[in-house]
Every structure is written in structure tokens, then in C-alpha cells.
């Protein structure tokens, strides 16, 4: 299991945020934690550790008056550590070479590939033709509806009619090098993981993925890293120190990296 990173930059700042609160309009969010600090500090910080595959997320529409501020505190984080994040929002196959030339290891996709509710696979190709797979990581974020997890695209807040299962991560596993997934409905809340889901994706080992949602504990990354049979990725927000929550980043980083 690795520990990965995350910048998430709403309005301009650094925040960390309920994910399920976020709304387009009034460019509004329940906020947890709104850094002092610009994106450049953490993603330095993140570098002096060495810490790859951390992820740099626009959390404004690019209809929103604030998303040229956003994008601007995304690429000084790009620049201060070149290589060592992806970044995601907003990103689509005329726009996602820009962020690679940037710094970008990966570009991160969902609304773009996940159109009118079904995966649009002439995108996806075009995003592979434009970056290359081994650039391109496929966010599959998701909510639970009755007892399915459903992809949701536009910043978390539509669904699709796609439900996240095994045969869903085998089919869109050779057309990128990752998938990155938020538990939306536990995002920001520290309130613990969505246990069935980290156990599917645990069972499922093709390509790494990254989970993120609900951590609030050390017992969480305890769980998650036997549920994950240590193949899952873990990324934890808000209840991390460096945002204003309890949990150690070292000790964090510890536990991540013990391989017992």
C-alpha cells in the first residue's frame, strides 16, 4: 500500500471539503479546512518526501468565475514538483497534453470519458491517442444507490448508469495506468471507509488504484490495508494533520509503507 497524496483547490485555495457538498452552482462546498498556505507549498513539502503519485484536483467547473485562479494555484503546484503528481478536473483531450507539458505525471478523467451517462468510448480513445495510457488515470468515483456503487461525473454531482464492479475495472484497465476512486457519500467526513468497496477493489489487482474517502483513523488504514490486501492505495484528506485533523501525516506514511 502507498500512500498518496492530494491538493485539492477549490475557489482558488487549498481546501479540504465534504465531497457530497459540493455544488457548481454559488461555486459552494461544505469546507472541512482552507489552507494558509498555496499549492506550491504542499506539493514542495510532498517532494522533500519523495512521495509520487499524488493528486492535484480542480474542484471548480471551467464555466466557474474562480477557475482561472484554481488553474493557477494547480500549475504552481505542477511546477514546484514537475513529475511528481497528476492532476484532474476539467481535463479532456484538447486540454490534457497542456497539463502534462506543465509537470503532470498523469492526467485524471471522468466527466469527459462518462458522457450522457455511459462511458463514451470514442473520448476515451482520443484521450489514449492525445496522452498515451501510461499518462492517463481513470477516475471512477463513485456513490452508493440501493446496494450498487454508481460512477458520478461534474465534480461528483451527477450520476451515471454505470455501476462499478469487477468486469467494469477489467474493461477499462487496458485504456490507462490507474484508476483513482473517492467514496463520495464518506468524502470529508472522517467517518470511516466504504468497507464493501475497498474489498471488491482489494480482490481486483490488474493496475494500481488509489482509494480516498472516510479515513479518520489509524484503525481505518489498518482496515483498509487488510481489506485491500495491501494492493490499494490510500490517500487521506481531512484527517490528516497537514489539513487540520488528527492523524500524524509520519505516522500515516508509516503505516503505509510497513508491508506487514
Known amino acids: 500500500m502507498e500512500f498518496r497524496p492530494c491538493i485539492d483547490i477549490h475557489n482558488g485555495k487549498v481546501k479540504q471539503i465534504v465531497g457530497g457538498s459540493l455544488q457548481d452552482q454559488g461555486d459552494r462546498a461544505k469546507e472541512n479546512f482552507v489552507a494558509e498556505q498555496d499549492a506550491s507549498f504542499y506539493a514542495e513539502f510532498y517532494k522533500k518526501d519523495c512521495i509520487q503519485g499524488g493528486h492535484v484536483i480542480l474542484l471548480n467547473s471551467r464555466d466557474s468565475e474562480y477557475y482561472e ?9 505542477l511546477k514546484a514538483y514537475p513529475g511528481g503528481l ?4 476539467g481535463i479532456c483531450a484538447e486540454n ?12 485524471i478523467v471522468t466527466s469527459y470519458v462518462f458522457k450522457d451517462g455511459q462511458i463514451n468510448y470514442e473520448n476515451l480513445e482520443k484521450l489514449k491517442h492525445t496522452v498515451g495510457k501510461e499518462h492517463l488515470v481513470l477516475d471512477l ?10 460512477i458520478v461525473t461534474d465534480r ?9 464492479t469487477k468486469e467494469v475495472l477489467d ?9 483513482l476512486i473517492h467514496a463520495v457519500d464518506v468524502e470529508g467526513k472522517a467517518s470511516g471507509i466504504e468497507k464493501p ?11 494500481p488504484v488509489t482509494y480516498a474517502g472516510g479515513v479518520g483513523s489509524y484503525e481505518d488504514i489498518h482496515i483498509l490495508k487488510e481489506l485491500g490486501q495491501n494492493h490499494v492505495n ?6 490528516l494533520d497537514l489539513f487540520g485533523g488528527q492523524m500524524a501525516y509520519r505516522k500515516v506514511l508509516e503505516l503505509c509503507r510497513n508491508k506487514q
Open 69 to 77: 485562479k484554481t488553474k493557477e494555484q494547480a500549475m504552481q503546484a
Open 86 to 89: 497528476q492532476i484532474g478536473g
Open 96 to 107: 490534457a497534453a497542456e497539463f502534462l507539458k506543465a509537470g503532470a505525471s498523469h492526467v
Open 141 to 150: 468515483s463513485c456513490r452508493k444507490k440501493m446496494d450498487a456503487y454508481y
Open 156 to 164: 461528483w454531482q451527477k450520476f451515471t448508469n454505470v455501476v462499478l
Open 171 to 179: 474493461e477499462l484497465a487496458d485504456s490507462c495506468s490507474e484508476f
Open 197 to 207: 468497496l475497498v474489498r471488491m477493489l482489494g480482490e481486483w489487482k490488474q493496475i
Open 234 to 239: 490510500v490517500t487521506v484528506g481531512s484527517a
